[in-house]
Each structure stands twice: as C-alpha cells, then as structure tokens.
C-alpha cells in the first residue's frame, strides 16, 4: 500500500502550550484511519494542521491526494438551502452533484430549508456532501455522526463503507468507540499532545491484555470474577462450585472493548 499521509514530528504550540509534540505517523492509501483523545489532546489541531487550515511551528506533513474536508461546523450563510449550498460547491469546483449522495444523506427531503433552521445532524449531513463533491481521494471527518440519530448515523456509516470500497482514505477523529471498532482499519491515541498507541483495535487488546469479566451463574446466583486469563479463571472457579457441591448453570464472559481500553490508557492505567 502507498502512503497517503505522511506526518513527520509535528509540532504546534498555542503561546506557550504545547499541543502536538514531535508527532510523526503514516495513514496508507484506501484505509479508514482514526484519531481518538479525550478533549483538549490535539485530535482537531492534527487534523486542520493535515488539512492545511493551521499553521505548525515545525515538521513535515505530506498529503497525497485531493483532499475533501468536513468540518465541525462551517460559515455557510444562514439563508442558503441544501441544494443551493451543493450547487454553489459544484460549480467552484467544475463537477455535477451527485443526486445518488444526496438521496443516501438524507438530503433531498431537506430542499426547502434554510440553513439556520436545520438541526445539527441535518448540518453535519450537509458538511459530508460538501466534502464529497469534488470527488477527493482523502476525506477528513471531524466528529462525523455527532448529533445524529440511529437512522442518520447507519446511513453515513454505510456511505463511509461506500468510500472505502471506491478506495478512498479516511482520516476520522471521533468520541464514538463502538463506530470506530466498526468501520476503521487502525487507530492513534492521542495524549498530552503524542500518540501513544498505533494499530488495529486487535494489536491494541493484545497490548494491553485481554482484561474481561467472567460472569458464573450457579444456583445460588451469580458471581463476576476479573480476569486476564480466562482459562484459568473459569477453571479454578469451577474446582471450588465442584468442591463445594454447587450446580453450575451458565457461563458468560465480557471481553474488554475498544472503548474499556481507551479509557485505560487515557487513565494512565495501560502500559
């Protein structure tokens, strides 16, 4: 795979705060990419430093590709209808509007409002279809379903998917954990202004141990036991029911999640 992104010790300080320190990663060509921190730990200023819409105070940042950007929010005049906004976008940069997109968004049933009395989850609609017109080979999306309802969100979800199999790159910051184990190929966790985890959710869980939680229902209730070795654990628990003369009746185990392991390393509790 080619890189699409090449980020080589970024650095970007606000007066004398530093927010990116020395940070260098890659995103390759045709993968859904993820940014993950808690708030204030530089997921927005990579971006918009990638994005070319921040200065850095040093490093290299190389993109490969037409760039298609969504942003939290945008300036769009408070009068402007969807459509309008879309046509205005098509004609700056030389292309048609892609009704398909439109009908998969949700859009075409927004024609007649105005832009001020959309909802947050109609505007961050709209922002993706902006971002998608000039047919960009790299699209950011900041905060992509924020405000969303289940409808909407399965809807960007599977134009996000539709991306990918067109080959796009996706770079995405998000504080959805679910949304992010579903739809992308690595991940970066950002704290205090450095990635300190790189890779798939997978290499993450094996980093960090396959911490979980054994649930055993007997017929005396149930018990939950922490555990980083499953085996063991059931096994031992089961010598004592059986010593004891108690009826084992199910078995469940928990298995950290995505979510569980970010909280951990954003704790300072992962190593």
């Known amino acids: 795979m080619s890189v699409a992104i090449s980020v080589k010790n970024l650095t970007k300080s606000y007066g004398e705060n530093t927010v990116l320190k020395d940070m260098s990663f890659d995103v390759m060509e ?8 808690v708030n204030g730990m530089g997921k927005t200023t990579t971006l918009e430093c990638i994005e070319g819409l921040r200065k850095y105070n040093s490093g290299t940042i190389i993109v490969n590709g037409k760039m298609g950007i969504q942003l939290q929010s945008a300036s769009l005049p408070g009068t402007i209808k969807p459509m309008e906004a879309l046509g205005l976008f098509a ?20 024609k007649k409002k105005q832009y001020d009395s959309m909802s947050t989850g109609q505007k961050r609609r709209l922002h993706l279809a902006l971002a998608l017109i000039s047919d960009p080979d790299i699209v950011f999306l900041d905060e992509p ?6 409808e909407g969100r399965m809807a960007l979800h599977e134009e996000i998917r539709k991306l990918k199999a067109a080959g796009k790159t996706i770079i995405m910051a998000s504080h959805d954990m679910a949304e992010v184990e579903d739809l992308c190929d690595r991940i970066a966790i950002l704290k205090n202004g450095d990635i300190v985890f790189l890779g798939t959710a997978e290499e993450l869980t094996n980093q960090i141990g396959r911490h979980c939680l054994v649930h055993i229902k007997t017929e005396s209730g149930e018990e939950t036991f922490e555990s980083d070795n499953i085996g063991e654990t059931v096994l031992r628990q089961l010598e004592d029911y059986k010593q004891r003369g108690i009826q084992v009746l199910d078995i469940k185990i ?8 970010f909280i951990n390393i954003s704790r300072g509790e992962a190593q």
């Open 254 to 261: 928990d298995r950290g999640t995505l979510e569980q392991h």
């Open 30 to 37: 045709g993968e859904i990419f993820a940014l993950l921190g």
């Open 145 to 150: 379903t924020a405000g969303l309802d289940v």
């Open 91 to 110: 004609k700056w940069n030389k292309t048609e509007i892609d009704h398909g997109m439109v009908s998969a968004l949700g859009l075409d049933a927004l």
